[in-house]
């Protein structure tokens, strides 16, 4: 009797589930989403099952072996809040201490605007989440402004504003033809913008041209932004990558606040202490006085609270310790310093790579060019034709993350072997601006450090794949 009950009752079920089932089709308008511009390039790389196929579109700095780093100072801090922290919900703003220790970063230790507690801070979900926080809070409280993005940026930055319906607008950054600062355009741009515009800004180390304007420059850009009364919102992603110290990569924020600007900050710990995947960062707002910047706060955390509710705990608690302690502090200043110095070494032995190799083109930019990146000045067709004939990944604008480079044995052999297929095919590029696919192949190969032997390039491999599958990059 139970048994026939309960079979009834699963019969029941069925009938019921089946019911359910016949309301299909909620999402058949739903079409797939394009393909992520930089992401997409990690997964048709992971796709190809070419033995020497080669990413070098990864966001995310590599040791010579193509591995992710862990700092030490990272390490060490591990250590010391392992098994002693709770694991309790952060408040809305996220971890105090952090905070603080990211503004006297960004700002300047003895800054006045923090001594006078005129900064609106909260933690973010790393640079990503702070961008997209002021972009939420530009929207509320500033509805009728638009953002003025430069050409070209992380591309990131349109979908982040876009999302936040704030309209969009660009200004000239970039000079293909120098490859360069197009300083003149930028200017007029900022001069001919309606007053009172919102501007993103690099703070340094440009993703993804490493272009970046000179101190002087960043001066008359401040003045005239003071004449327009337009509104600076730095994105500050790298952080002491670009030259390997954190105060010098500071310095167009520090000359915005010396002029009196209130500016905004989107701060990131992804990159300079290799905190990627823990989301920490920072966004802050300088204010008029203390109670405005009180208020500011608590608005950017009343967006933040329906969003995720509070920052997470761990990458916090690994930047609040690095920086509020001396010895791990200095730590991590060394070894920013030798992720920012190994970057600057291999562009030099890139381009030293490239001159060797016969290449008639001009290289200077390469050494020029600061941060994680190299604007290779690669057309779109340039970069399908590397991806397809040559098994080598990296984003369509032709941006290549730097890759070790080291001038072997090897290179003999390559153009030995090599040499008259690359010069005989010459530049592809327009006007001379382009390289010669086997030129840059050459280059990336024979930059790719020990495992190189033979004409066969062997990096790659399994450098995007962990135990979980797939590590992401930007
Ligand atoms: C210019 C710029 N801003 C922000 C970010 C965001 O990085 P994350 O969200 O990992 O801190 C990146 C990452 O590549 C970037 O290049």
């Not at 072996?65 to 030490?72: A, C, I, S, T």
């Not at 402004?145 to 349109?158: G, R």
């Not at 900022?190 to 970046?212: Q, W, Y």
């Not at 080598?392 to 044995?409: F, H, M, P």
Request: proline share 4%; with cysteine; aromatic share 8%.
């Amino acid at each position: 009797m139970a048994m026939a009950m309960a079979k009834n009752v699963s019969r029941g079920n069925l009938g019921l589930g089946a019911r359910l089932m016949s309301t299909s089709g909620w999402w058949k308008t739903v079409e797939p989403a394009p393909k992520d511009p930089i992401l997409g390039v990690t997964e048709a790389y992971l796709a190809d099952t070419h033995p020497g196929k080669i990413n070098v579109g990864v966001g995310a700095y590599r040791d010579d072996n193509g591995k992710p780093v862990v700092l030490q100072c990272v390490r060490e801090a591990e250590c010391r809040v392992a098994g002693k922290e709770f694991m309790e919900y952060l408040p809305m703003g996220g971890s105090a201490k952090m905070v603080e220790e990211s503004l006297k970063l960004a700002y300047g230790e003895n800054a006045e605007v923090l001594k006078d507690k005129r900064v609106a801070a909260v933690q973010a979900l790393s640079g990503t989440g702070a961008c997209r926080l002021f972009a939420e809070f530009q929207k509320r409280f500033r509805p009728e402004s638009q953002i003025y993005i430069p050409v070209p940026t992380w591309a990131n930055h349109h979908n982040i504003w876009r999302d936040a319906q704030v309209p969009q607008r660009t200004f000239h950054y970039y000079q293909p033809e120098t490859r360069g600062l197009d300083f003149a355009a930028f200017m007029d741009d900022v001069k001919n913008a309606p007053n009172g515009s919102f501007f993103l800004l690099h703070a340094c180390a440009h993703n993804p041209t490493g272009v970046d304007p000179t101190e002087e420059q960043w001066k008359e850009l401040s003045y005239q932004f003071k004449v327009k009364n337009h509104f600076p919102f730095f994105d500050m992603a790298y952080q002491g990558f670009a030259s390997g110290d954190t105060e010098r990569d500071a310095k167009a924020i520090r000359i915005f606040l010396e002029d009196g600007h209130q500016i905004a900050c989107a701060q990131s710990f992804a990159k300079n202490m290799g905190l990627y995947g823990q989301r920490v960062g920072c966004l802050s707002v300088v204010c008029d006085d203390a109670s405005q910047a009180v208020a500011v706060k608590s608005q950017l955390q009343l967006i933040a609270r329906p969003m995720y509710s509070n920052p997470p705990v761990h990458g916090a608690l690994l930047v609040s310790t690095i920086l509020s302690d001396p010895d791990l502090k200095s730590l991590w200043h060394k070894e920013v310093k030798v992720m920012a110095d190994r970057i600057i070494g291999m562009r030099e032995a890139l381009r030293g790579n490239l001159e060797k190799l016969g290449s008639a083109l001009s290289w200077k930019h390469v050494t020029e060019q600061i941060g994680m990146f190299c604007y290779s000045g690669m057309t779109p067709e340039q970069v399908d034709r590397l991806t397809s004939e040559f098994h080598i990944y990296l984003t369509r604008n032709g941006r290549i993350r730097e890759v070790n480079c080291k001038v072997k044995k090897g290179v003999i052999k390559f153009k030995g072997e090599m040499g008259s297929s690359w010069s005989s095919e010459g530049a592809i590029g327009d006007a001379g601006h382009g390289m010669s696919i086997e030129v840059v192949r050459l280059a990336l190969e024979t930059s790719l450090g020990d495992g190189v032997s033979d004409g066969d390039a062997t990096i790659g491999g399994d450098e995007l794949i962990d135990g979980d599958g797939v590590i992401g990059e930007d």
